[in-house]
T-cell receptor, first 112, second 114 residues
C-alpha cells in the first residue's frame, strides 16, 4: 500500500510550458514534503521542500502548492526547459526515524 | 567531500549467491538508509539506521541484512539472491534540522540476479 500516490507516471511538455505533477498522501503524521529530481544514472537530489504550515513555496521556476485539508501537494515547473527532463519524486516525512516515503515517480520529458 | 559513495556500480549474481553492497558517507550524518528503485514503484525503504549500532527495518526488508558499526559505513547484505531482487539500490545519508530532513543519495548500484 503506497502511502504517497503520485501522478502522472509520465509527462511530455513543450519547451516554455508548465509542468504539473501531483501527489496525495494518507498519513496525517507527515509533516515535511520534499521533491527530488533524478537524472538517468544518478541518485535523486533534493529539489524543493515544504512544510504544511504554508500553502506555497517558490524557488526560481519551481513551485510547490500544498493543500493540507485535501492532503495533496503538487510541483509546478514554470517555463519548462529540455534540461528539466528527469524523473521527479514527491516524498513525505513524519515517521520511521526521519526516513522518507516516496511516491512512484514521474518521468518528465520537455520537448525543444 | 565525497558525499555518499557506493560500490560496486554494477553487479550480476546467480540465484542463491550472496553479496554485500558497500555504502560510505563522509558528512558525519547520523541517519543512513537503503532503498531499492523499481519502475513505477518509486524508492522503497529496505533498512535504515539512526546511528552506529542501531538499525531497523523499512518497508521491504526481507532477504536483506544490515549492520552499522561506524557512523561512516552502512553495508547491505543479500543473503541468498533471488531474481526479485533485481533492482537499482540507493544508499542515502541524512540530517534533520529545523527546516526539515535533507537526504543525500549515492550514485546507486545496479544489480541483476539471474
Amino acid at each position: 500500500q503506497q502511502q504517497v500516490k503520485q501522478s502522472p507516471q509520465s509527462l511530455i511538455v513543450q519547451k516554455g510550458g508548465i509542468s504539473i505533477i501531483n501527489c496525495a498522501y494518507e498519513n496525517t503524521a507527515f509533516d515535511y514534503f520534499p521533491w527530488y529530481q533524478q537524472f538517468p544514472g544518478k541518485g535523486p537530489a533534493l529539489l524543493i521542500a515544504i512544510r504544511p504550515d504554508v500553502s506555497e513555496k517558490k524557488e526560481g521556476r519551481f513551485t510547490i502548492s500544498f493543500n493540507k485539508s485535501a492532503k495533496q501537494f503538487s510541483l509546478h515547473i514554470m517555463d519548462s526547459q529540455p534540461g528539466d527532463s528527469a524523473t521527479y519524486f514527491c516524498a513525505a516525512v513524519g515517521n520511521a526515524g526521519n526516513m522518507l516515503t516516496f511516491g512512484g515517480g514521474t518521468r518528465l520529458m520537455v520537448k525543444p | 567531500n565525497a558525499g555518499v559513495t557506493q560500490t560496486p556500480k554494477f553487479q550480476v549474481l546467480k540465484t542463491g549467491q550472496s553479496m554485500t553492497l558497500q555504502c560510505a558517507q563522509d558528512m558525519n550524518h547520523e541517519y543512513m538508509s537503503w532503498y531499492r528503485q523499481d519502475p513505477g514503484m518509486g524508492l522503497r525503504l529496505i533498512h535504515y539506521s539512526v546511528g552506529a549500532g542501531i538499525t531497523d527495518q523499512g518497508e521491504v526488508p526481507n532477504g536483506y541484512n544490515v549492520s552499522r558499526s561506524t557512523t561512516e559505513d552502512f553495508p547491505l547484505r543479500l543473503l541468498s539472491a533471488a531474481p526479485s531482487q533485481t533492482s537499482v539500490y540507493f544508499c542515502a545519508s541524512s540530517y534533520a534540522s529545523g527546516s526539515g530532513v535533507t537526504q543525500y543519495f549515492g550514485p546507486g548500484t545496479r544489480l541483476l540476479v539471474l
